[in-house]
């Protein structure tokens, strides 16, 4: 076998352990108290929509529970149906929101036959976009839940395409 057959195998140093800290006998100072949250952030959230799915066959995999994918086809159906309420949809000629982000925690299996409500509310609004969390759960047990996490949504310029300032109606809507 030549040597150019012969895959190069990269080597990578070995990192090294930092030296432990020194011992004293002195007492460490306290620490600091946590910053006070602004009165606005120890709000509770806005809630903005509880919308009431079915959950269909269509949506199951081969493990016999709703996939995935799905999950976020549930929070699209509930932000175009809280969308729906607000004037002028937030959307115009220039401006129009994207999902910028999304964080889905996966709780537990939901199952075949199903009815659930999905929770959205306001957990952060900015200038450019807002941060809607949500929760699926058991339409019968809201204390059955199914996923939690947040969907960063921007509006920006249709025509740069870079991030737009919030319309007054979305503003209104999230406060």
């Known amino acids: 076998m030549s040597d150019a057959a012969t895959p ?6 070995a ?5 432990a800290a020194k011992k004293t006998t002195e007492s460490a100072a306290p620490a600091a108290a946590p910053p006070t949250q602004p009165a606005e952030e120890n709000a509770a959230p806005v809630a903005l929509i509880r919308v009431p799915l079915s959950v269909r066959w269509r949506d199951l995999d081969a493990f016999n529970h709703v996939n995935n994918s799905k999950y976020l086809s549930y929070l699209e159906e509930a932000r175009l149906r809280w969308m729906l309420g607000v004037p002028g949809q937030g959307l115009d000629d ?3 929101p994207v999902v910028a982000a999304a964080h889905l925690n996966y709780r537990r299996p939901i199952e075949w036959p199903a009815e659930v409500d999905v929770e959205l509310f306001v957990e952060r609004l900015g200038n450019t976009s807002v941060s ?4 699926i759960v ?3 047990d809201d204390t059955v839940l199914y996923c939690d ?3 960063v949504m921007v509006w920006i310029d249709r025509g740069t395409g870079r991030a737009a300032e919030l319309p007054v109606a979305v503003r209104e809507a999230c406060s």
Do not use: E, L, Q
């Open 132 to 135: 809607i969390g949500h929760r």
């Open 15 to 19: 990192r090294r352990r930092k030296p």
């Open 94 to 96: 220039h401006v129009a």
């Open 138 to 140: 058991d339409a019968k």
């Open 149 to 151: 996490g947040n969907v």
């Open 8 to 13: 190069k195998v990269r080597k990578t140093p």
